[in-house]
């Protein structure tokens, strides 16, 4: 079986905090496709974000071990 991938959501809010979540796991090229597609903006919880979303695509076991860290 081939290696999980993740998207990853990174969303800045006015007040300089900073959230990554994840969004998505499967295979590379979905993952791509989603990254392609996320245009971001947006509010998150009615507070409003300062930049776009930044989606980011990874292997799954490192965004793991970053969680583990």
Same mark, same amino acid.
């Given at each position: ?10 969303? =800045?809010f006015p007040?300089s905090d900073i959230?990554? $979540?994840?969004?998505?796991?499967? &295979?590379r090229? =979905?993952?791509l496709?989603?990254?392609k597609?996320? $245009?971001?903006?947006?509010e998150h &919880?009615g507070?409003?974000?300062?930049n776009?979303?930044?989606?980011i695509?990874g ?5 793991d ?5």
């Open positions: 079986m081939s290696e999980l991938w993740v998207v990853t959501y990174r969303i =800045e007040n959230m990554v $979540t994840e969004f998505f796991r499967g &295979d090229e =979905e993952c496709r989603i990254r597609q996320s $245009t971001g903006g947006g &919880d507070c409003k974000t300062i776009p979303w930044t989606a695509v292997l799954a076991r490192e965004w071990e970053f969680l583990e860290a």
